[in-house]
């Protein structure tokens, strides 16, 4: 196969004019029967990897692929394009399934795209092994690793039965994978010295915003953002469905705004994707459920409405936008008090280690059926789901074809606590993303691992540019606090890059009202005024990540006696007053062992009560004549 002829391939077939950067790489690679790990931002045209490698080496690519909205989507495209592109996923019947099938065998088909659990239908990876397939094609391959964000178990499978289908190549491809997540890849799917081709994460269209916002104020302003028509359509994610559905009826009065989460049916969600896809809805409200694959260029505004679990997804949800190339937004609206939202997801979603212990002890060797197993184990259906779908993950269980559970290995603990530490330490890093004030294009190329990269700030953020950012408001720093950062000034000529630590420790023997937090905030004012910049760092100490940040004086900085006109974020209002009046400070974090540093008087989160509809403890029942009560007292006291 000539590079020519792969050239011809793409206008002739597809109908481009030329290859995308790192396409021809990548598909002259997997032609020549490499396997392959392809790590390339949403948009970048990752599908074209295989599809044209897959036509070039004859034969059938077998495509995996997670989401059966997604297939339907990309057989159509292909079948449009007058290629012979099938699917087999649960959402179709028998027979036209057995066609399918018949016409894999008789190599009628150029791409057959599979759902990962039909590898554990009986017969199925049989059928397939009859044929060598072209190419193997693992599409959103971040969901086989539960180092990601987004994991499938039954993605799982897939290490198992890739070997019946060799000497076939094969190319997995993610829009989101940290250096660990790529190793996890490559080592489940059993890749054979792939090529990396990890690229381009740097968006240089993209302007990311994050703003301290209380979550009472959050709706509104998105309201205000979009009713520019200039900022849609726009992707709105928020935290939990019932946020989702609330925020898409209060915008309903001022633009086509719609939900969608995983609560809803099938059907809907269908109907509100192909209507946001179509462009006769401009804002989809949506929690994370909603993007994967999605091809819309022209989202203009991605939002999310509450800080997120990881950066990694953050990074795949902003992704959405501008994927014309045309400039775009991405506004995250944050607080303190988000944690605890996550704190309630993990606890669900990550039972502790004993109520495994629980499960695992009622397993026998002989398998049982599950529902079996559940009457031995006095544990509610939804924590006994997850904490059996943990243990299969981790090990501790065998799950047969037939949904019967044996007991699996020991040692699953270790690793299991392993991947709860590794959830929270998640939580950290999106945390530091939000409040830092470094470049934040260039903490997410750095999260990321590109090599390439120059490391270049990208002039569009609200750190770089502060000026242009929508939702942080700000205010001047006080005279103290002006005098506070003159000091700081002063201490760093002399000692350029001290820790940020290390400064403030000199810093409030000055200045005792400037605690730390306040302090890392003020910082703030002074990178954003273009007088020092910030910088990540870290050291292990006992097997731990202990993360800080130094600060460095820019040119403008470092000159005595430069005018400090820095401004801050604005805290939110009358949190001190509320706490001292009420003592409703938020919980000491329950996430033990975390390097996150105390909330300070002056931070605490609002007593939300159920107004923001988060399924957190306080949620449930609360009376909304209660609630209304309570926010006219808090207002009441924040005008005092
Ligand atoms: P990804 O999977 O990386 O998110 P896709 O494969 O869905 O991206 O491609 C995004 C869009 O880019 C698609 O509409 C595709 O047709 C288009 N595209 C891909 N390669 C090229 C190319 N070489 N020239 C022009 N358009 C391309
Ligand atoms: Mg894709």
């Not at 004019?17 to 002259?28: D, K, L, M």
């Not at 027979?95 to 057959?112: E, I, K, M």
């Not at 059926?369 to 559940?374: D, F, R, S, Y």
């Not at 006095?378 to 997850?386: A, H």
Request: proline share 8%; aromatic share 6%; with cysteine.
């Amino acid at each position: 196969m000539t590079v020519e002829r792969l050239g011809e391939l793409l206008t002739e077939v597809f109908g481009h004019e030329s290859f995308r950067p790192h396409q021809e790489a990548v598909c002259r690679a997997v032609v020549e029967g490499r396997d392959g790990l392809l790590v390339m931002p949403t948009g970048a045209g990752k599908s074209l990897c295989y599809q044209l490698p897959g036509l070039a080496r004859g034969g059938t690519t077998l495509v995996v692929s997670p989401l059966i909205a997604l297939m339907e989507d990309q057989v159509a495209k292909m079948q449009a394009l007058g290629l012979a592109a099938e699917r087999i996923h649960s959402g179709r019947d028998r027979g036209a399934s057995r066609q399918v099938c018949l016409d894999y065998l008789a190599g009628r088909l150029d791409f057959l795209f599979i759902a990962p659990e039909r590898l554990s239908v009986p017969g199925f990876p049989e059928m397939l092994a009859r044929r060598t397939p072209a190419l193997v094609a693992v599409d959103e391959a971040h969901c086989i690793s539960h180092w990601g964000h987004d994991f499938r178990p039954d993605y799982r499978l897939l290490g198992a039965r890739l070997p019946q289908l060799r000497p076939a190549p094969v190319l997995a491809l993610t829009a989101t994978a940290t250096p660990r997540v790529q190793e996890d890849i490559a080592a489940q799917l059993g890749l054979v010295k792939p090529g990396r081709f990890i690229h381009g994460f740097r968006r240089t269209n993209l302007a990311v915003e994050a703003a301290e916002v209380p979550p009472s104020r959050r709706g509104a302003l998105v309201a205000e953002l979009l009713a520019d028509p200039a900022r849609r359509p726009a992707i709105v994610y928020t935290p939990t469905r019932k946020e989702a559905t609330a925020l898409a009826s209060e915008l309903k009065g001022e633009v086509r705004a719609v939900a969608y989460h995983a609560g809803m049916t099938a059907r809907d969600r269908d109907d509100v994707q192909a209507r946001f896809l179509a462009g006769r809805a401009e804002v989809i409200v949506a929690t994370i459920a909603f993007g994967m694959g999605i091809d819309k260029p022209d989202v203009r505004t991605v939002i999310h409405t509450g800080l997120p679990g990881s950066v990694e997804g953050y990074y795949q949800e902003i992704g959405r936008a501008g994927r014309d190339g045309l400039p775009s937004r991405a506004i995250l609206l944050h607080s303190w008090g988000d944690i605890r939202t996550h704190e309630f997801f993990l606890e669900r979603d990550y039972p502790e280690a004993h109520v495994l212990g629980d499960v695992f002890r009622a397993l026998k060797e002989a398998p049982v059926p599950t529902e079996g197993l559940a009457q031995l184990v006095p544990l509610e259906p939804d924590v006994f789901q997850k904490a059996l779908e943990k243990l299969w993950v981790f090990g501790g269980a065998v799950i047969t074809p037939e949904g019967d559970v044996s007991r699996g290995k020991d040692g699953w603990q270790r690793a299991y606590d392993e991947q709860r530490e590794h959830r929270k330490t998640q939580l950290v890093l999106m945390r530091r993303f939000a409040e830092g004030p470094i470049c934040r294009m260039l903490q997410l190329v750095r999260h990321f691992g590109d090599e390439e990269d120059d490391g270049a700030p990208c002039g569009l953020c609200d750190v770089c540019a502060p000026g242009d950012g929508l939702a942080a408001d700000t205010r001047r720093t006080t005279p103290m606090e002006e005098a506070a950062l003159r000091r700081a000034l002063e201490l760093l000529r002399p000692r350029d890059g001290q820790t940020t630590g290390q400064l403030h420790a000199e810093v409030v023997r000055q200045f005792p009202a400037v605690d730390r937090r306040a302090f890392e905030e003020l910082l703030g004012g002074l990178v954003r005024a273009g007088l020092a910049r910030l910088e990540d760092d870290a050291f292990e100490k006992e097997g731990r990540v202990i993360r800080f940040r130094r600060v460095f004086l820019t040119g403008a900085g470092s000159r005595p006696g430069a005018a400090v006109e820095a401004r801050v974020a604005v805290p939110p209002p009358s949190t001190t007053k509320a706490r001292k009046a009420k003592g409703a400070g938020p919980k000491r974090e329950r996430l033990p062992k975390l390097p996150i540093p105390k909330p300070s008087a002056g931070r605490p989160s609002l007593p939300h009560g159920g107004a923001r509809g988060k399924p957190g403890p306080e949620a449930p029942g609360a009376l909304p004549a209660l609630v209304d009560a309570l926010r006219r007292w808090r207002l009441g006291e924040a005008k005092k």
